[in-house]
C-alpha cells in the first residue's frame, strides 16, 4: 500500500510539472531614445512561481540575450508571511538590471531554475538604523549617501553633557567619490574625519532645521509647518539591488491640522535618485504639501555660490551650490503627480508643492551628485541629468512574460 501510494504521489506530481516551463522569457520595451542606465526590471514572483513551480529565491539564474549572468534579488517586504507549500507566498518581486544604451528600445532575458544554491551577490545598496550616532538613520547606494535624524538627537541634553541636540525632519546626503559602502565605516571612524575628504567622499551638506535634501512640510500659502525627527523606523529589503526602508514620523501642528507621516524609501543600485512614497495620515480635504531644500546647504566656512532651478516643465527643482574649497554639487527634487507644478519658498528652503489626500502615497524623487566623483562636472550637466531623470520617471518600462 505505502509503495502504491508513494508511486501515486510521484505520478501526480510529473502530471502536475508536465505543463510547467524550463524558463521564462522577460521582454522590456521602453519609449525613450536617451539612456537609461541601471534599469530596474521587477517581475511579481507569483509569475515566476507560476511558470517555474517551485522555484526557490536562491537557486535561479538571470541572463541577459548575450547570456552574461546577472545579479538578482527577491523581495520579502512581509516577513511575518507563512509558506507552507513552499511557494514563496511572501516573496514580492524578482528584481534585476539592464543598462539601456541610448536608441535602445528593447531587451530580453531568462529566467531558470539554477541546479545549485547561488551565492549572494555584492550588494551595492545598504540602510540601517544607527542608535550608536543617537538614532540616525542612513543609507547608500554605489553613487551617493543619505542619512536623516532619529530621536535620541532630539532629546534634552542631560546637565553637564556636550550631546547635541537637533529637532528635524530634513534628510542629509554623504556624498560618495568610490562604489563600496562607506555607511558602516565612516561611523566608525567618527565625526571628525568623515567631515574632511580623506579619499571616499565627504558629510559636507548642512540641514539643520531645514528641510534638507527632500524633506517634507505642509504648506499654507504663506508658512511651512514641519514634522519632528522619525520615531520609527522599518527595514523591508536591503540588497543586492534594491533596499526599502520606511521612516515614520509623529502627529504635527499645520495650521490647525495633525498630520502624520509614513516616508517608504526605495534605494536601487546605479541611480542618483531615490524613490520617496509619504502616506500623509490627517482628517478633512487634501493639503498641499511642500518637498524642499534648503537654500543654503553648504558646510561650514565654505565660500559658496548657490542657484535654483525651477523646471516646470521637468516637474523638478534643482540646486547647484558652486564652492571654493570641496568641489560643486547639485541636489533636485521631481515630484511628477504635479499636473502643473507650483513652487514656493520661505527663509530656508525653496520647495515644490503638490496635493496629498490622506492615506494615499504621493510620490516623489530626491537626488544628488558631485564634481567629485566625475560623472557630473558642471551645471549644466546637471540639468540635463535632471530632465532626462525626469523623463525615465514619466516613462516606465513595459514589461511582457512568456514561458516554455
Known amino acids: 500500500m505505502r509503495l502504491r501510494t508513494l508511486s501515486l504521489a510521484i505520478a501526480a506530481a510529473l502530471a502536475a510539472n508536465a505543463g510547467a516551463a524550463e524558463r521564462i522569457t522577460v521582454t ?3 519609449d525613450l531614445s536617451i539612456a537609461r542606465p ?3 526590471i521587477s517581475v511579481p514572483w507569483a509569475k515566476v512561481n507560476e511558470a517555474l513551480p517551485h522555484a526557490r529565491a536562491q537557486q535561479l539564474v538571470v541572463k541577459d540575450a548575450a547570456g552574461h549572468v546577472l545579479p538578482y534579488q527577491v523581495t520579502n517586504v512581509d516577513a ?5 507549500k513552499f511557494i514563496g507566498a511572501a516573496y514580492g518581486e524578482l528584481l534585476f538590471q539592464h543598462d539601456f544604451p541610448a536608441g535602445e528600445k528593447s531587451a530580453t532575458f531568462t529566467i531558470e ?5 547561488v551565492p549572494p551577490f555584492p550588494t551595492k545598496v545598504f540602510a540601517r538604523f544607527v542608535p550608536e550616532r543617537l538614532d540616525d538613520f542612513a543609507w547608500e547606494n554605489d553613487k551617493v549617501a543619505h542619512r536623516t535624524y532619529g530621536p535620541a538627537l532630539m532629546a534634552p541634553a542631560p546637565a553637564g553633557s556636550n550631546k547635541e541636540v537637533l529637532r528635524t525632519s530634513g534628510l542629509d546626503i554623504w556624498f560618495k567619490r568610490v562604489p563600496y559602502p562607506i555607511v558602516d565605516r565612516w561611523y566608525n571612524i567618527g565625526h571628525d574625519h568623515y567631515h574632511h575628504d580623506e579619499g571616499e567622499g565627504i558629510d559636507m551638506y548642512n540641514v539643520g532645521t531645514t528641510l534638507g535634501a527632500g ?4 504648506w499654507d500659502g504663506s508658512k511651512l509647518y514641519t514634522g519632528a525627527n522619525f520615531k520609527s523606523w522599518k527595514v523591508l529589503a536591503n540588497g543586492p539591488v534594491r533596499a526599502i526602508f520606511e521612516l515614520s514620523y509623529d502627529s504635527w501642528d499645520a495650521a490647525g491640522t495633525k498630520v502624520s507621516e509614513v516616508k517608504r524609501f526605495t534605494v536601487d543600485a546605479g541611480h542618483y535618485f531615490d ?3 509619504s502616506t500623509f495620515t490627517f482628517e478633512g480635504a ?3 504639501v511642500a518637498v524642499g531644500l534648503n537654500k543654503k546647504p553648504a558646510d561650514k566656512g565654505e565660500d559658496e555660490t548657490i542657484s535654483f532651478d525651477r523646471r516646470s516643465g521637468e516637474h523638478a527643482l534643482l540646486q547647484w551650490v558652486a564652492q571654493k574649497r570641496d568641489g560643486d554639487f547639485g541636489v533636485a527634487v521631481i515630484v511628477p503627480s504635479s499636473a502643473k ?3 514656493a519658498d520661505d527663509k530656508h528652503n525653496e520647495m515644490m508643492l503638490a496635493k496629498a489626500t490622506a492615506g494615499q502615497p504621493l510620490s516623489y524623487y530626491v537626488g544628488a551628485a558631485w564634481t567629485r566623483v566625475g560623472d557630473i562636472s558642471s551645471r549644466e550637466q546637471w540639468q540635463r541629468y535632471v530632465d532626462d531623470e525626469s523623463a525615465r520617471v514619466a516613462s516606465p518600462l513595459k514589461i511582457s512574460l512568456s514561458s516554455k
Do not use: W
Open 113 to 117: 531554475k539554477a541546479q545549485a544554491t
Open 275 to 277: 524613490r520617496i512614497d
Open 38 to 40: 541601471s534599469e530596474t
Open 215 to 218: 524633506g517634507t512640510g505642509v
Open 80 to 84: 511575518t508571511a507563512k509558506d507552507p
Open 341 to 343: 507644478a507650483q513652487y
Open 28 to 30: 522590456v520595451t521602453q
Open 286 to 288: 487634501p493639503v498641499t
